[in-house]
């Protein structure tokens, strides 16, 4: 079964083409970074724009990159929640159009869904159930993975989400955007135990995260130091910051697993690329007799394959979408609607 799929969730307009959920036949990314880095974030209305110009030339390009055509297509997968309302509507619309002309079925998925489903892609051994840390620029969550279908969140961010901490402080550090390559980048280059940030673990039975607290001490520490006209090593920050993070992303990931008795780990997310999370979550889970799957980096980041593949299995289980499929900026984990 090939699906072609669309994410445009946000400002990345991406088009795919998998084979039964798990094959990889074309996946295009057109990335707005460069349009976004000015303004040190992403303009939903420029996003949107951006995915109307784009989205039938990365089409077009899916398909002769395969050399297949529309009639080679069993169905349409799209990314129809969450996200920015106004870009979701616009790979929505077309996801619609195609599927409807060329009578087809029809698939919503499940944005964060579909990055769990990224490591389907990369490793055909896996299957549920397992659980997985989704960490992106707006979401951190701790999802138990039951089967293709049935997904269980465990812990989530009380506030600010891993990705967003990354960005915020990139800003105030003058590294630019986005927040999470760049604090990476800088802190190989520093001491991660020049400065003691906090680590919020909350409540010890329970798997929520919160990074607010540690981003205001970041913005206190800077703001003292620029108060008594004391030196700021910008490295020494970042990887301060980005090792209180870690670390609380493996301990409370960790302790899960332990919890549930889930001997298999996956992550996922933009923020899964990190190297440091990923060199310490594997020291953890070798520690504890884990086994732990991440996707590469091209997978981590927003990208239609990961759509195709959560497709593919909604499909399977659910069945197809109906033309009435709308667009949800908060749609929930394990929720069509």
Same mark, same amino acid.
């Given at each position: ?76 997968? #799209? ?55 989704? #960490? ?6 701790? #999802? ?105 992303? #493996? ?87």
């Amino acid at each position: 079964m090939k699906i072609l799929s669309i994410e445009t969730s946000c400002d990345e307009t991406s088009v795919a083409i998998v084979e039964d959920g798990r094959k990889i036949l074309t996946n295009r990314i057109y990335s707005q970074i460069p349009i976004h880095q000015k303004y040190g974030g992403v303009v939903p209305e420029i996003a949107s724009r951006n995915h109307v110009t784009k989205l039938p030339y990365i089409i077009d390009e899916a398909l002769a990159e395969t050399g297949l055509t529309l009639k080679d297509i069993d169905a349409i997968g #799209v990314a129809n929640g969450p996200g920015l309302v106004g870009a979701l509507l616009i790979g929505l619309s077309a996801a619609k159009a195609m599927a409807y002309s060329l009578d087809i079925p029809l698939i919503g998925v499940h944005h964060i869904e579909g990055h769990i489903a990224a490591n389907f892609l990369q490793f055909p051994e896996l299957a549920p159930p397992f659980l997985t840390l989704v #960490v992106s620029g707006g979401h951190s969550h701790l #999802v138990l993975v039951k089967d293709y279908e049935t997904f269980e969140v465990l812990g989530k961010t009380r506030d600010d989400a891993a990705g967003e901490a990354f960005d915020k402080v990139s800003r105030v550090l003058g590294l630019g955007y986005p927040g999470g390559p760049a604090i990476d980048k800088a802190a190989k280059n520093g001491n991660a135990s020049a400065i003691p940030f906090p680590r919020a673990f909350l409540d010890k039975d329970r798997f929520d995260f919160s990074f607010s607290g540690l981003k205001s001490a970041v913005l206190n520490y800077l703001n003292g130091k620029k108060m008594k006209n004391e030196p700021i090593v910008v490295n020494d920050v970042a990887a301060s910051f980005q090792t209180a993070v870690v670390d609380v992303l #493996v301990a409370k990931t960790i302790a899960c697993a332990k919890s549930i008795n889930m001997k298999t780990i996956c992550i996922a997310g933009g923020v899964s690329a990190n190297s440091l999370l990923r060199e310490k979550m594997t020291a953890a889970a070798n520690d504890e007799g884990f086994t732990l799957y991440y996707p590469e980096p091209i997978l981590c980041t927003d990208n239609a394959a990961m759509i195709g593949s959560m497709a593919y299995y909604n499909y399977v289980n659910r069945g197809e979408s109906g033309l009435n499929l709308n667009a949800m900026p908060g749609l929930k984990i394990g929720t069509r609607s």
